[in-house]
């Protein structure tokens, strides 16, 4: 099976990096996921894949499930109501200095009559747990050519769609990746107090 991985990586101007170096953020509360694509499980998916990848930044994470209890203890029971919970009362339950919201804007494998594509698009926004500035936002996005090369255009697209039907469509890994660039590319999220300072 051909692979092709590709992100969004156009030349932009420098990001402005005031408010956040301002904020001086040191805990992240992740909310859950909102999902406006037609896979069900898009959101949970990518939720499982930025959470270590933003720890690793140098930022404490609030633990996913502790963070899943306490919101449905509350009553909130989807990502759509979670991320329209006023800050303060965020900040009252969490105390968190930041709160990450994200987007998926498209998930999944799309099946053309040639070929076959896994695709992930999500939006993410930081913002500082009391004032309600934007910190930081980002942009996460990766595709995946899912075609076996046999020569027989026809038979690549069986072979792929059969290949990501019996797997998967390699979302989960294509995530993994794109939150990876999406945090250490030129407009990243920069390093936390918590990132180890590598001694040379």
Not at 158 to 168: K, N, T, W
């Amino acid at each position: 099976m051909s692979l092709l991985l590709s992100a969004c990586a156009s030349k932009q101007a420098p990001y402005d990096y005031t408010n956040l170096q301002a904020s001086k953020p040191k805990s992240i509360l992740v909310l859950p996921v909102v999902n406006n694509s037609v896979e069900v499980n898009g959101g949970n998916i990518f939720l499982s894949t930025i959470t270590k990848p933003i720890a690793e930044k140098g930022y404490y994470v609030f633990p996913v499930a502790v963070v899943d209890n306490i919101l449905k203890e509350s009553g909130i029971q989807t990502a759509s109501d979670a991320h329209n919970i006023p800050l303060d009362k965020l900040y009252d339950v969490f105390g968190a200095d930041a709160v990450l919201y994200a987007t998926v804007n498209d998930w999944g494998a799309r099946y053309q009559i040639i070929s076959s594509v896994s695709v992930v698009d999500v939006d993410l926004k930081l913002i500082d747990g009391q004032t309600g500035r934007l910190l930081w936002e980002g942009h996460a996005n990766m595709q995946r050519d899912n075609n076996a090369d046999t020569g027989n255009i026809l038979l690549n697209a069986i072979i792929g769609q059969v290949m990501s039907d019996v797997f998967d469509d390699g979302t989960y890994d294509l995530s993994r990746q794109a939150t990876i660039i999406a945090l250490a590319g030129d407009r990243g999220l920069l390093a936390g107090p918590y990132k180890p300072v590598k001694v040379e």
